[in-house]
């Protein structure tokens, strides 16, 4: 990894000393107006924190060091013979600002491969789990128990200096992220295949093919979408819970497996990565109050959407895959992922549904007056371009949301190790505290 490092130690000190002086210059400055709102509403809208791999715009959608998903899907290399972009290649842009050629993008896939090896507790970990316990649940517990092989933890229990926290981060980050590939696919093995493994890593391929064939999925088309989505997932600024969590955890100096360990838990809930199960489990009942088999799509109209959706808002429940705390349009990642649709599952039954809500569901959730915003976020589409190559175990999804987030948020936690940044710790209030401040006021 000689490479990376040559460049990380150019740009992290530079980046470093580049805040020292902005904060000698403008640290009493503010940044806005807090409100009792705010303290009460999950803290929307407080620029309370810094993440520099990448920035959400409201209108506009996410952008990783700068550059939008749409730019990344034609200037990140590609695999061979694939047109998605390859994840490795984002991770070299979130860790550096800067567009990886092909050949540091290969370096990355080689070090991923050769560093993707389980230790034998973990394995046997894995393989105890009860097939009942959510895949979720196991990911989380797998990455935590890594916490075995910290290089972190050992270096820091044996006192290194401040000033080598993020090369450790580094190490134990581009770690995580070749391993989490293997804990995943031996979860989805255990959990839906009896056990049986398929593939193994090929050192000369990429993470998105290796993984794909771990799952025991040959087609290029699948391939493919694997690359995209590890791309798409990645990073969506600081604020979301997976990534606040692992920017939180890491700052007590916990290592990079147990921050990114409580990140997955925080990931595993509905309103967060798990919406992704919960859109395929929505479209599905759909489907069965609609028709037997696959009958359903003869009797699919905008009435009938229109009905359900109205009765899933009228049970008090909220439409899976629409609505965002930040963004305010149709997010980006759900339009990459409709482009790669209309490319290769045109005349899906399951992509005309998800097209015919896309086509609903705004305007109700508009009528309806709460949602601050209508639009489809991105698990409103990832399932049903799953089930199309036929990984349709939906219990599984938020997994490989989770094998991708580790590729924004752990480059993230570099960043803020080689900041310096200190243990995160906000103040809180009580009502009572809150009402004699305002009285005061
Ligand atoms: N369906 C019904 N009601 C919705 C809604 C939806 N899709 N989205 C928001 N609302 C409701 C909220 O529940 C809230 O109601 P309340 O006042 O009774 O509590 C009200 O509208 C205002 O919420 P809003 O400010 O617009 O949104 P929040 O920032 O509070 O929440 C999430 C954002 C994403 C949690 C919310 O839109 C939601 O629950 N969506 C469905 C779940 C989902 O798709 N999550 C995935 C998001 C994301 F992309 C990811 O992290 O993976």
């Not at 989805?188 to 799952?215: C, E």
């Not at 699919?300 to 609505?323: A, M």
């Not at 989770?402 to 993230?412: E, K, T």
Request: net charge negative.
């Amino acid at each position: 990894l000689e490479p990376l490092y040559d460049r990380l130690h150019e740009i992290l000190p530079k980046h470093a000393q580049d805040v020292k002086e902005f904060r000698a210059a403008h640290g009493g400055d503010t940044l806005g107006i807090l409100t009792v709102d705010m303290a009460y509403g999950g803290m929307r809208g407080i620029k309370g924190m810094v993440t520099e791999t990448s920035v959400l715009d409201a209108d506009e959608g996410i952008r990783y060091q700068g550059h939008t998903l749409m730019e990344l899907q034609e200037t990140l290399p590609r695999g061979p013979g694939g047109q998605e972009p390859l994840a490795e290649g984002a991770l070299w842009l979130l860790l550096t600002g800067e567009l990886p050629t092909q050949e540091q993008t290969t370096l990355l896939s080689k070090e991923l491969a050769r560093r993707a090896e389980l230790p034998h507790h973990v394995v046997q970990m894995i393989n105890n789990f009860p097939a009942e316990l959510h895949p979720m649940a196991q990911l989380s517990a797998a990455t935590t128990a890594l916490h075995s092989e910290s290089k972190f933890a050992k270096a820091y229990a044996s006192g290194v200096p401040k000033s080598k926290y993020w090369e450790l981060t580094l190490e134990d980050s581009i770690d995580l992220i070749a391993k989490l590939p293997v804990i995943a696919s031996m979860i989805y093995r255990n959990v839906f295949h009896d056990g049986r493994t398929v593939g193994t890593i090929d050192p000369d391929k990429d993470m998105g093919a290796n993984f794909a064939s771990m799952l025991g999925f040959s087609d290029e088309g699948f391939i493919d979408l694997l690359r995209l989505y590890l791309v798409i997932h990645a990073d969506h600024e600081g604020g979301n819970v997976s990534a606040h969590t692992t920017h939180l955890v890491g700052s007590a100096l916990s290592d990079p497996y147990l921050a990114y360990g409580a990140a997955l838990n925080g990931l595993a809930g509905p309103l967060h990565g798990l919406a992704n199960q919960e859109v395929l489990s929505w479209l599905t009942k759909f489907k069965t109050r609609l028709g037997e088999g696959d009958d359903w799509h003869a009797n699919l109209t905008k009435q009938r959407i229109s009905d359900e959706v109205w009765n899933t808002l009228n049970s008090g429940q909220v439409i899976p895959g629409y609505g965002h705390a930040v963004l305010r349009k149709t997010d980006p990642r759900y339009t990459c992922q409709r482009d790669f649709a209309l490319k290769h599952l045109p005349d899906s039954d399951d992509f005309k549904l998800v097209s015919m809500l896309y086509e609903v569901v705004p305007d109700i959730l508009l009528e309806h007056g709460k949602s601050k915003n209508p639009w489809p976020n991105v698990d409103a589409h990832s399932g049903i371009l799953l089930q199309h190559y036929g990984l349709t175990e939906m219990n599984f999804y938020t997994v490989l949301f989770g094998v991708s987030r580790a590729i924004g948020v752990l480059p993230s936690l570099v960043w803020s190790r080689s900041m310096g940044l200190p243990l995160e710790r906000p103040k809180s209030m009580s009502t009572p505290g809150l009402k004699a401040f305002v009285a005061a006021a």
